[in-house]
């Protein structure tokens, strides 16, 4: 399992938002040359911060983004919700199309255990926790 580009960067996004202890605002085009995304891109994925409500942008001089929320009680799975990364989407691991109970591939049953795992993971994983990592892409 592999989170896509946008995912990846959107988590990006968040971490060097929550770097700073105090309330700061972030110009966009601050983060997209500080994490190397193209500008247009950052500011897609930004509105789709915005519209989740976990970063507010304030317009004008003085405007930019900023976390809405304190970082601990964002979890990596709002992110990628934002995002639109389905996490629990019917798509097969091996991608050969839907995988469900009425019609499974032959990891299907193997594979419930694992995925289960790995969203309670990135539901139990904030930006506190996932800003000590290093992204890189």
């Known amino acids: 399992m592999k989170l896509n580009t946008t995912s990846q960067h959107a988590i990006r996004i968040m971490n060097y938002i929550a770097k700073e202890d105090e309330q700061k605002f972030y110009r966009a085009k601050e983060i997209s040359e500080a994490l190397d995304i193209p500008y247009k891109y950052l500011t897609k994925i930004m509105?789709?911060?915005v519209i989740a409500k976990l970063i507010t942008s304030v317009q004008g001089r003085e405007g930019g983004y900023f976390l809405q929320k304190e970082p601990s009680?964002?979890?990596i799975v709002d992110i990628l919700e934002a995002v639109h990364e389905l996490l629990h989407k019917e798509n097969c691991?091996?991608?050969i199309g839907?995988?469900?109970e009425n019609k499974k591939c032959c990891l299907h049953d193997k594979?419930?255990?694992p995925k289960k795992a790995i969203?309670?993971?990135l539901k139990n994983t904030n930006l506190v926790?996932?800003?000590k990592l290093e992204y890189k892409l």
Do not use: F, H, P, R
């Open 47 to 49: 509105t789709q911060l």
């Open 111 to 113: 594979w419930k255990v």
């Open 119 to 121: 969203y309670e993971m």
């Open 73 to 75: 009680t964002i979890a």
């Open 129 to 131: 926790d996932s800003s």
């Open 93 to 95: 691991l091996l991608g």
């Open 98 to 100: 839907a995988c469900s």
